[in-house]
């Protein structure tokens, strides 16, 4: 098994993390350090927490607890879009793609948090 970059979630998680700042860009610069700052924070935080996690796989409960940090952090990250889209600061259709692929990501860890020992190191 290689490392947490082979994890389609990670990957999926760190692409995600980039189109937000890359779209965050062109928020207006009073939302520079509230709701710019907070999706930001929020989803690249989804890909550090389960780097960090994929690290503990050893000990199962510290990586479902990690997991569940990245879970949370996803969870945060649709509600700054929310509020992104509400603003008028994102399409409805770009906030929707992009919670899609929040509720996948969420799928995912999901499935990895019911089954850690798949995620061992042998």
Request: charged share 30%.
């Amino acid at each position: 098994m290689g490392g947490h970059k082979d994890l389609k979630v990670f990957q999926m998680a760190y692409r995600l993390a980039m189109e937000i700042f890359r779209l965050t860009k062109n928020f207006p610069v009073e939302e520079k350090y509230s709701l710019t700052d907070q999706i930001r924070r929020s989803s690249r935080s989804v890909a550090a927490n389960l780097a960090e996690g994929y690290r503990k796989r050893q000990y199962p409960k510290a990586f479902v607890n990690k997991l569940s940090d990245s879970d949370g952090e996803a969870t945060e990250t649709q509600v700054w879009l929310e509020f992104s889209k509400d603003c008028g600061y994102l399409s409805a259709d770009i906030c929707q793609k992009l919670l899609s692929e929040y509720e996948e990501v969420g799928r995912m860890l999901g499935g990895m948090m019911l089954h850690p020992e798949k995620f061992a190191p042998r």
